[in-house]
Structure formats: structure tokens, C-alpha cells
Nanobody, 121 residues
């Protein structure tokens, strides 16, 4: 499976962005789809994920602001980000896998290339 993340950009604090993750060379339907981010000078961190059946999990700092969805028919996953804060600035990655621990990046098998999100204050 190859993943392509898109939709990043620059937005003012309080604004919204929608990221997409398009899969090719295979179906994502049986995989959990995760979103991770890496801010400058920091380690990559878990943002949220969606299981194949639609159950979602989020890190505490994005709960109520970010929403993950998926469309297995279109082989895509999405990360809707609202009420963005400067601390959300990072490169965002989508990943696919069958993790035992959903927040563990090492348990995701396939990764997109990342899309940069900048939130200005």
C-alpha cells in the first residue's frame, strides 16, 4: 500500500484545515489508519486513528477539535482539524497498519510522505 498525504498549508489560529490520505497499490479497508505529527525539533507523536470499523481514538490535546474519518470505497482517510492552535504546527503523516497499541508508530506498516501544517498566531 502506498499512501499520499495532502491538504497541508498555512492557516491562522482558530482556523481549519482538512488533510487527506489517499491510498494506492492496495486497499486500506482492513487497516487501522493513523495520523501522526512531528513538530520542528520534536519527536513524532500520535494524533489519532480510525479502525476499519470506524472507531476513533485521539490524543487528549486534539479531542473535540480534530476528527478522523475514512472512506474505504474511495481508499481514503481524512483528518479534519478545527480551532487550530500554533502548537498544532507540524508535519502530519498518515499511516496504515494493524497495531496492537494504536498510538505506537512502530506498529504501522505503511506511511505517507507527510504534509506540512503551519498555524500562525
Amino acid at each position: 500500500v502506498q499512501l499520499q498525504a495532502s491538504g497541508g498549508g498555512t492557516v491562522q489560529a482558530g482556523g481549519s484545515l482538512s488533510l487527506s490520505c489517499a491510498a494506492s497499490e492496495g486497499s486500506i479497508s482492513r487497516y487501522g489508519m493513523g495520523w501522526f505529527r512531528q513538530a520542528p525539533g520534536k519527536v513524532r507523536e500520535f494524533v489519532g486513528m480510525i479502525w476499519s470499523g470506524g472507531t476513533t481514538h485521539y490524543r487528549d490535546s486534539v479531542k473535540g477539535r480534530f476528527t478522523i474519518s475514512r472512506d474505504n470505497g474511495k481508499n481514503t482517510a481524512h483528518l479534519q482539524m478545527n480551532s487550530l492552535k500554533p502548537e498544532d504546527t507540524a508535519v502530519y503523516y498518515c499511516a496504515a497498519g494493524t497495531p496492537l497499541v494504536f498510538s505506537n508508530e512502530y506498529e504501522y506498516e505503511y506511511w505517507g510522505q507527510g504534509t506540512k501544517v503551519t498555524v500562525s498566531s
